[in-house]
């Protein structure tokens, strides 16, 4: 065999050995990164008071193992806030896609949405954050049905994220409350996790933080759940824990496996799951029918108007500027005079405004020169009254701070293009 023909046996020699070295390679890593993720079961003692004597549930089984699920129903005549489960399976839910400016609500329907909520090992939401209960809550019938699932150990998460897969496609809409940044991204972390599929991220969610945030903003101090349900809603809670207790509890469990206190959880999150579909409704019914759904606060009453007037729906719009007038506070008072005069102005109500801002002007709480501007433009193009347009335009700038420079800009290039208006209307 000469020298060349022993360097090719040689170099193909080589060839394989490093092939087959880095196919090992692979498969060692890719068995590493299977051993990280995969969610082992925690042994401990075993335990005297485990969840399955303390929930109402069923052990469920699926191909990648068992979970433990409770449920519970609550009939049509469950009243939970201001209205019965039936009440607000039955409300015109037009309102969501405009509250939400998405198109994909428009047939958003209470029959076809599942309402979700999670509770979880942290806040964060990163990849080492679990969702050890995903609560879940449809109407069946004209009641309502809430079920959890939840991971008795760390080793279950497969086998509840396959329940709620299987259960995701058999509903065409999400309810929730912030799980669009939230619960939403969690789930989907945990199924990319977990090597599932799941449309969770597709489907049109109605989530109930922005519209609450539109209507109730500013009337309460804060828009949190638990302040809506007890300030807007009237409903409080027996016996329930925070929610900053829910992770350490859960970590309590996983080690000692006695559910005394986590079996607190399960009434922590069916409480929220109902006043998701309470504050539904509410949301649903205020919009659609002010006058039934009684508004309590002036701060509701001038948030509805806005969205009606920025819907386009002005008939509905006038009427709650009118009523927050009457009920709002000295501070708020100026800017529901502001939006109110606008709408007349708009809808060619010029008398009913011209009245406002003349009363606006002697107003003890008066914020801004606004009155004095829009009388200064009735005068002008209305009534072509330019010496009294001009004296309008001087007690607005007398009223407008320094640092005002545009709105000081704009009064003057008024006031000039009125004295040109005022000249030439003496020498005809």
């Known amino acids: 065999m000469d020298l060349k ?17 880095e196919e090992g390679e692979e498969r060692n890593l890719r068995e590493r990164l299977d051993r990280l993720l995969r969610t082992e079961k925690v042994y401990r003692r075993r335990a005297l008071f485990p969840i399955e004597k303390l929930v109402q549930g069923e ?15 609550f009939p049509p005549d469950y009243r939970y806030g201001e209205m019965t489960l039936a009440e607000i399976h039955h409300i015109p839910t037009y309102p969501a896609h405009l509250l939400l400016n998405d198109e994909r609500l428009k047939d958003f329907d209470f029959k076809k949405a599942l309402f979700l909520d999670t509770e979880t090992t942290g ?8 969702a050890f209960m995903v609560g879940l809550g449809f109407f069946r019938g004209d009641g309502f049905v809430v079920q959890q699932l939840f991971m008795r150990d760390y080793s279950e998460e497969r086998a509840s994220l396959s329940i709620l897969q299987d259960i995701l496609e058999s509903y065409q809409f999400l309810v929730t409350f ?7 991204p969690l789930i989907e972390t945990r199924m990319i996790l977990s090597r599932k599929r799941s449309k969770i991220r597709e489907m049109p969610n109605f989530d109930l933080l922005y519209p609450s945030r539109k209507i109730w903003k500013g009337a309460y101090e804060n828009c949190r759940l638990v302040t809506l349900e007890s300030r807007l809603l009237g409903m409080e809670r027996e016996d329930d824990i925070p929610s900053e207790w829910i992770p350490s509890l859960y970590f309590d469990y996983i080690q000692t496996g006695d559910a005394r206190k986590i079996h607190r ?21 205020v919009y659609h029918d002010p006058q039934a759904a009684r508004p309590r606060k002036g701060m509701e009453h001038f948030s509805l108007g806005r969205l009606f ?13 009118e009523i927050a007038l009457k009920r709002c506070n000295d501070d708020l008072a100026w800017e529901v005079m502001k939006w109110l005069s606008m709408a007349f102005k708009k809808t060619g109500q010029g008398e009913k405004a011209h009245s406002l801002w003349h009363e606006m002007m002697e107003w003890p709480y008066r914020k801004d020169a606004y009155p004095y501007v829009e009388l200064a433009k009735y005068h002008e193009h209305r009534l072509k009254e330019f010496e009294k347009a001009i004296q309008y335009v001087d007690q607005a700038l007398a009223l407008t701070p320094s640092h005002r420079e545009r709105d000081i800009e704009l009064l003057l290039e008024r006031k000039k293009r009125l004295l040109k208006k005022k000249v030439g209307n003496e020498t005809r």
């Open 5 to 21: 023909e022993r360097l090719r046996q040689l170099s193909s020699i080589s060839k394989l050995s490093i092939a087959s070295v």
């Open 59 to 73: 052990i469920l089984s699926a191909p990648e193992g068992e979970t433990f699920r409770a449920e519970e129903y």
């Open 123 to 130: 806040l964060s939401g990163g990849t080492g954050t679990f």
């Open 178 to 184: 912030n799980g669009r940044h939230y619960d939403i």
């Open 265 to 285: 959880v399960f009434y922590h999150n069916r409480m929220d799951i109902l006043t998701m579909v309470a504050l539904a409704g509410r949301i649903h019914l």
């Open 309 to 321: 007037w920025d819907h386009g729906d002005r008939e509905k719009a006038i009427p709650c500027f």
